[in-house]
């Protein structure tokens, strides 16, 4: 028999609104990265704290990936987010708060990059609030974003975000621009900052023995983020790069993203910004222009 | 022990006939697409209904792709098949509305694209009908065509095509041209317009966590589709695009498609059709030059 | 503990001997097709008996590909040889007697194309038999090659192969020029024509839902075997096409082979010839200058 | 619950020390090869002892792969490591004494390429010390340095491998140059060399029924190992190609190896040297420089 499965919009919330940019600009180029540090590997299998070469994926970040992905942005002056879990922040202090005093934006990541399950929902708000605590306890700041591990979520997923105060989170894969999530009561959400597959590194260049996916050459991957950021631009909508020190920091991968980045900022009209950045536009905007455009979304 | 398997030829239908196409027209070319949504995720993990970001997937369909596909069609004047589960009909009703308003084709594609099982014929019957059933219920049409989730079939499935009433399907992978299914009981069934997944956007660019396929680049789908695209224009076959609005309707495939169709364009004699037209056009040559073409099968 | 596994070569006999190819000739180029038909699809689960679309893939092969081929072959006065599992010569029999007509050679591939069990020797030897009888039967001929099944094998494979007189087989993967197997008793066994997966197409062109390979491009796989043929044309080695018609009898991918062979036919040196007539030339030099060349390998 | 794991760094080390290479210099290349010819496909499965075929993947190593890097490596007037499992010892002596004899470095691998369970430490030890002992007794020397079969390890290999006196071990992929671990007590370890999947051919070009990777043109896997090499050089890193006989000694990869050793040579200021060339280097600089190097790193 088809099993009984309620017909369910899979997202309450209208299509993105079509605000404008900022004056000048025609898209956003959201530079991002997840630093995961050893997090999944240890998540992925308890006999993992034993294999010192597979923790070493994730060691490479806090020792090469960070400190090279840093000098970058500071010579091309862009800031970016980092959504960082709580076992890192925990483990890898320094370098987050290298981060900090480089000027970028850390976000809540989940605390050991657990991946969300429909059926447990204590431990998906256990990782939640010790994700925030850790944030609050050793780097002193409340982090306004939130993007959930590998995106996985659960019904409850929203209402948690909403419910812990955040200013957007970065969870659907259904749109091209940000929009804002409605709860199940109808009241609004937080706001939405989608991404997709295409633009995250880890689909492209992340292998290891248990996930043995080709290898792309660095010029593949910058064949596919050109072709991307053209039809983006063209589109006027939301370049939202997912990346992970771990990966887009070895030395051929961080020289393609150079190249990437150079490419962009070559157009005119490119707005580069952090997801909070974007958020806190995209809340002015709504403010402003609220009510028309929620009626006027031309798709 | 070698097991006991019936010597059986998969396909009772001789090859296609050697039917022309109209007029000056060298080959056909069918743009179609399969207006999944969400169902293909919910029906492959019941869990899934609980899993947003697992359902964004396909939410992005009604939210961006199929808006921005209609768009592109409309510039080009370009009418095509979309074969339509009926979950999505009833789900996402004003969407495939906007599709009969454009002038294109809707046929039948399952109703929650839930995976024929050789062994389950009573759920089989249980989504034809049900599909069948939304069609008719929620848009008032009867479709002429079907093709089933995911390539596949049971024994029975040719057969259950026939009964309903069908002109034609889309199930075959072993021609390059239309044909008549032959019955088991040796009448003719449905006109068949096969398929094959070289031009299938889901073997391509279809990813997430638990199918890591790689991310080819749009210029090496480009690449790929150009090749297929010269060899069955020199062959004089059928060039059956199976795309998929939440795969093709992201900006940078949808770049490349626009390309594509331009590529074709620029070719003299190519004969842009629906299905229905092939079906029906194939079922005119047949009565008028049948007798003669079965048997003069050059091939 | 480490598991007691005996030192074992793999392999008895000496390295290829350095046996010059005909006079004037620099490299051979064996162009040979596995005529798969259904059987893998068949036996690969039960089931598929009723999913005709599965079984379509394999049918592709005696409605389109085969023809398509033998077409191509006789273009471009081609011999190629054919390994075809008993199932496919009871089941395609006017497809067989077309390839023997155009003058090609037939070679044994298993009966149900069923993979060797090591701990199965009954099965093995009934798919030898029944591949045998089949070819005698139907086809009246004794095939002197044997192929098998998808590259599996068992301790006693060789031996059953001498036992039942063939000339050759094709098995191992560790050579790349024609060598002597020798049997356990250190008698001499059959000549082995080696192969390896760059030169097969299932390895860059096959793919299903079960199988989901990424696609290449026709170019890629253009690109890969020239790279090889320029690189054993420097070597004087063996360019051994390993094709199924399934497969590379697709349109986009015969287009490429054309283009291949143009390119190696463009080469002075090369000595196109099937499995059978490299064996025999192979047995010759061996009478002529064995004792010499098997002291003298060079490599 | 999220699982109780303990916060643990993977590595106690610091960052690699920012040593200069030797006089001139400005990154070090070192060629190394895993000779694990029938080892791996023993290990993998009991019943591959008796399957000929999946053996002869190994065995093409000692009939035509061995002796063609050889030859390639004279041509070319270069060193490498070949780390060795001891059953490659103790059944293709004869293609591990043309090695040496030809004056390479051989280093340790296992014993039957076993991965190293972090549950099961006395087969740990056995691999280590059968390895050994094969090496001293067959080939009358003692391995400076060891890789661990598959980047396997447990939370004693480092112990293990300072326990046995090595000078070197390659285990890590956290980082770009050697470094020297610090065991768990706080004294020194032995020197590690990195490496990274992106120059290991097997990521790339391995393929097997069991393990569908797609197949590489050799031009793509040149593209990605000369941005690996373009960036590693200007960053004065370290290019650790990790090669094995039986993938990168068929006839196009090897045409391939050529052609990137000629690139590299065309460089000015590579130091191409062997695993253990390198560890001595490094040794003799710490001790010159080490107090202040290791204050100083500066990334």
């Known amino acids: 028999m088809i099993p009984p499965i309620p017909p369910k919009p899979a997202n309450l919330a209208d299509p993105a609104p079509d605000f404008p940019w900022p004056a000048g600009k025609r898209c956003a180029v959201i530079p991002a990265f997840d630093v995961d540090a050893e997090s999944p590997w240890l998540i992925m299998d308890p006999k993992n704290v034993d294999r010192l070469v597979t923790l070493s994926f994730g060691g490479y970040e806090a020792r090469v990936g960070v400190p090279k992905i840093l000098e970058h942005l500071r010579s091309i002056e862009l800031k970016a987010t980092f959504f960082t879990p709580g076992w890192t922040v925990e483990n890898h202090t320094k370098s987050c708060e290298s981060l900090l005093k480089a000027g970028h934006e850390l976000a809540h990541h989940g605390y050991l990059h657990k991946w969300i399950d429909p ?16 944030h609050e306890r050793v780097l002193g700041l409340r982090p306004r974003g939130y993007r959930p591990p590998a995106a996985t979520s659960s019904e409850r997923t929203i209402e948690l975000v909403a419910d812990r105060g955040f200013l957007y989170c970065s969870v659907m894969l259904d749109d091209v621009n940000p929009n804002r999530h409605v709860l199940k009561d109808g009241r609004p959400g937080p706001v939405d900052i ?21 290898i792309a050459t660095s010029q593949q991957i910058y064949d596919l983020w050109v072709e991307e950021f053209d039809a983006i631009y063209d589109w006027g909508a939301t370049y939202h790069l997912l990346l992970h020190p771990q990966i887009i920091g070895r030395p051929g991968r961080l020289a393609m993203l150079r190249r990437l980045l150079e490419y962009i900022q070559g157009h005119s009209g490119v707005w580069f910004a952090t997801c909070e950045e974007v958020a806190n536009f995209w809340i002015k905007k709504e403010k402003g222009q609220g009510a028309k455009a929620k009626k006027g979304a031309r798709r």
């Not at 939640?128 to 850790?134: L, V, Y």
């Not at 997709?196 to 290891?208: A, E, G, H, N």
């Open 194 to 214: 989608p991404f997709w597959w295409t633009l995250d590194d880890s689909m492209v260049s992340l292998y290891s023995l248990s996930l043995p996916r080709p």
């Open 119 to 134: 059926d447990d929902y204590p431990t998906e708000v256990d990782e939640m609030d010790r994700g925030i605590e850790a």
